[in-house]
């Protein structure tokens, strides 16, 4: 299976604040790379497809960047809404689909 | 709008059967791929498979011989079943419906809000 290991596995930021994290395959996955936001007790929520798409409906200050076996989600002003655990999933390896570990974004 | 709806026991003892089923409102489960992800506490997604408006379905092969999904399309439902538990197949198991984007990308568009089942005896 294709590993997908993320990092940081958790961060502290404050509202305004610009976020990076980084999704990072084991092998080369193209642009086959979503992004999900997922709150407590809640459903995951697709935010970026294909490496840099955004989903219909996600606020423009979340955006999706790289190719091969490294990636990026950046959230470019932090919103207080924003405070979630973020993961990654490839879809590179038909039909076996993993995903990241997480990495939760807390309020410093 | 697309809404998904899991149901089912919420525990069930080691070596039986589990079973679930997800209601679709919204769309119609007779196109689209229709997905199963678990989520034991404190970890990461596990993919468990899917099944296509065909009938046709794929699985982890890491839960293949243990896997059955199916379609009811008279009542725009399918079901998951997962023989054999243990105490490691506990978790939140979600529904959700899968898209291709254009350029190939498969991604999970519509989750419903997930059930907790828990195997003890």
């Known amino acids: 299976d294709i590993q997908m290991t993320q990092s940081p596995s958790s961060l502290s930021a404050s509202v305004g604040d610009r976020v990076t994290i980084t999704c990072r395959a084991s092998q080369n996955i193209y642009t086959y790379l979503n992004w999900y936001q997922q709150k407590p007790g809640k459903a995951p929520k697709v935010l970026i497809y294909?490496?840099?798409s955004l989903q219909s409906g996600v606020p423009s200050r979340f955006s999706g960047s790289g190719s091969g076996t490294d990636f990026t989600l950046t959230i470019s002003s932090l919103h207080p809404e924003d405070f979630a655990t973020y993961y990654c999933?490839?879809?590179?390896?038909?039909?076996?689909?993993?995903f990241g570990q997480g990495t939760k974004v807390e309020i410093k | 709008q697309v809404q998904l709806q899991e149901s089912g026991p919420g525990l069930v003892k080691p070596s039986e059967t589990l079973s679930l089923t997800c209601t679709v409102s919204g769309a119609s489960i007779s196109s689209d791929y229709w997905n199963w992800v678990r989520q034991p506490a404190g970890k990461r997604l596990q993919w468990i498979g899917r099944?296509?408006?065909?009938?046709?379905?794929n699985y982890n092969p890491s839960l293949n011989s243990r896997v059955t999904m199916s379609l009811d399309t008279s009542k725009n439902q399918f079901s998951l079943n997962l023989s054999s538990v243990t105490a490691a197949d506990t978790a939140v198991y979600y529904c959700?419906?899968?898209?291709?984007?254009?350029?190939?990308?498969?991604?999970?568009?519509?989750w419903g809000q997930g059930t907790l089942v828990t195997v003890s005896s």
């Open positions: 099944i296509y408006a065909s009938g046709n379905t």
């Open positions: 999933q490839q879809s590179y390896s038909n039909p076996i689909y993993t």
């Open positions: 294909g490496a840099s």
């Open positions: 959700a419906r899968a898209r291709w984007a254009i350029d190939g990308t498969y991604y999970f568009d519509y």
